[in-house]
């Protein structure tokens, strides 16, 4: 278990958070992405789906999923740039 509260930096994470919140969004150069808000009993926090057309199965807002990712600082926050996804 890796709490959101515990995120560093670096860390892979391999595991299974509530999706408080799902946006699909588009990067500048016109690029579909998924932004999640992601929570477990420490907190919340922010994911990132950059690459959806691998390894990212269909899930909704409020549903529990299993998420594989690296944490890394974006605008001095955590953020897990999420490459693998599914309902657990």
Request: hydrophobic share 30%; with cysteine; net charge positive.
């Amino acid at each position: 278990m890796h709490p959101i509260h515990n995120w560093r930096e670096g860390d892979r994470i391999s595991d299974i958070y509530l999706c408080k919140g799902k946006v699909t969004a588009q990067t500048k150069a016109g690029k579909t992405y998924y932004s999640l808000s992601l929570q477990d009993k420490s907190g919340t926090g922010d994911g990132k789906v950059w690459d959806l057309s691998s390894g990212v199965d269909h899930f909704e807002a409020m549903q529990y999923i299993k998420v594989e990712g690296e944490v890394v600082r974006y605008q001095n926050n955590n953020q897990l740039n999420i490459r693998r996804v599914r309902v657990a």
